[in-house]
């Protein structure tokens, strides 16, 4: 009798602890699932709401930059700029969101290309890869002195895009990108002394740019202050002074209506072989 008492509560010891086990691993089950839900579908919602409120961040400090406010524009970009950072933190597998982040951080004197450039290579790295970021990468390494890399980052942007028969119907996406991958791919000679070579190449962004003309808003994206002042810088160092002068006075107008007047005093200065100055 003793033993079987003893056998019975050994078998009641066992089937309490297999209970205790069976419920630990259901709650370690679960908490795995959990943890997988989290990342799965929380994070990657919480990463776009980020992204969504960075944008309209961006479109804001734009807006403020056009209107003079300066110190405005970069206090929201940097508000944008940690609204990317979140992004990254939470779903870093999405190229556009390390391209939001290396733009944001571009358009920041504090950081500039020096921070941009591994954001932008990031983004190449994945999958969905945006055509803009090798505008973005091939302007900075242009801008860092890199001409011949950013020059092959841009056209393999244009490749990508089919940038060479501009069409009034085409999406804004396109026309904004092709006109930058034009615009900046005409710096790359420019950097190199190539006058030539850069105004066919500036000519094709101010073409894209010639579909906005009636539209200041949507033209403003395009930066068309800065496409007319490099072409006046072009046409300058090939002593074509009447051309000069009239992408000079191009760029004087885009310059105020979108107060860039910091571009246009650049470009003033670098005139060395034509008087656009007083006329």
Same mark, same amino acid.
């Given at each position: 009798e003793?033993?079987?008492?003893?056998?019975?509560g050994?078998?009641?010891?066992?089937?309490?602890?297999?209970?205790?086990?069976?419920?630990?691993?259901?709650?370690?089950?679960l908490a795995l699932i959990g943890?997988?839900?989290?990342?799965?579908?929380i994070?990657?919602?919480?990463?776009?709401?980020?992204?969504?409120?960075?944008?309209?961040?961006?479109n804001?400090?734009?807006?403020?930059?056009w209107?003079?406010?300066a110190d405005?524009a970069?206090k929201?970009?940097?508000a944008?700029?940690r609204k990317?950072?979140?992004?990254t933190r939470?779903?870093p597998q999405?190229?556009?969101y390390w391209?939001?982040?290396g733009?944001?951080q571009?358009?920041?004197p504090a950081?500039g #290309?020096?921070?941009a450039?591994?954001? +932008?290579?990031e983004a190449?790295? $994945?999958?969905?890869?945006l055509e803009?970021?090798? %505008?973005?990468?091939?302007?900075?390494?242009v801008?860092?002195g890199?001409?011949e890399?950013g020059?092959?980052?841009l056209?393999?942007?244009i490749?990508?895009l089919?940038?060479?028969?501009?069409?009034?119907s085409a999406?804004?996406?396109?026309l904004?990108?092709?006109?930058?991958?034009y615009?900046?791919?005409g710096q790359?000679p420019?950097?190199q002394?190539?006058?030539?070579?850069?105004?066919?190449e500036?000519?094709?962004?101010?073409?894209?740019?010639?579909?906005?003309?009636?539209d200041?808003?949507?033209?403003g994206?395009?930066?068309p202050t800065?496409?007319h002042?490099?072409?006046?810088?072009?046409?300058?160092?090939?002593e074509?002074?009447?051309?000069?002068?009239?992408?000079f006075?191009? #760029?004087?107008?885009?310059a105020?209506? +979108?107060c860039?007047?910091d571009? $246009?005093?650049?470009?003033?200065?670098?005139?060395t %072989?034509c008087?656009?100055v007083?006329e």
């Amino acid at each position: 009798e003793p033993l079987r008492e003893k056998l019975l509560g050994l078998l009641k010891r066992l089937q309490y602890r297999k209970r205790a086990l069976a419920m630990a691993l259901a709650v370690s089950v679960l908490a795995l699932i959990g943890s997988v839900c989290l990342v799965c579908c929380i994070f990657p919602l919480c990463a776009k709401k980020a992204i969504w409120r960075g944008e309209e961040l961006m479109n804001e400090a734009r807006s403020l930059e056009w209107r003079c406010d300066a110190d405005g524009a970069e206090k929201i970009r940097e508000a944008a700029l940690r609204k990317f950072e979140t992004a990254t933190r939470l779903d870093p597998q999405q190229a556009e969101y390390w391209y939001n982040l290396g733009s944001a951080q571009r358009q920041l004197p504090a950081l500039g #290309c020096s921070q941009a450039v591994s954001s +932008y290579q990031e983004a190449l790295k $994945l999958p969905g890869v945006l055509e803009i970021a090798y %505008n973005d990468l091939g302007y900075c390494r242009v801008e860092q002195g890199n001409c011949e890399e950013g020059r092959e980052l841009l056209e393999n942007g244009i490749k990508l895009l089919h940038c060479d028969d501009p069409q009034p119907s085409a999406s804004e996406y396109w026309l904004v990108t092709c006109c930058a991958l034009y615009r900046n791919l005409g710096q790359s000679p420019l950097c190199q002394r190539k006058p030539d070579a850069a105004i066919v190449e500036l000519g094709m962004a101010a073409d894209i740019e010639a579909i906005f003309r009636s539209d200041d808003w949507r033209l403003g994206r395009l930066r068309p202050t800065e496409t007319h002042c490099l072409l006046a810088k072009a046409y300058d160092w090939n002593e074509q002074c009447n051309a000069a002068c009239d992408e000079f006075d191009q #760029c004087r107008r885009f310059a105020v209506t +979108y107060c860039q007047m910091d571009v $246009l005093r650049e470009t003033m200065m670098e005139l060395t %072989n034509c008087n656009c100055v007083g006329e």
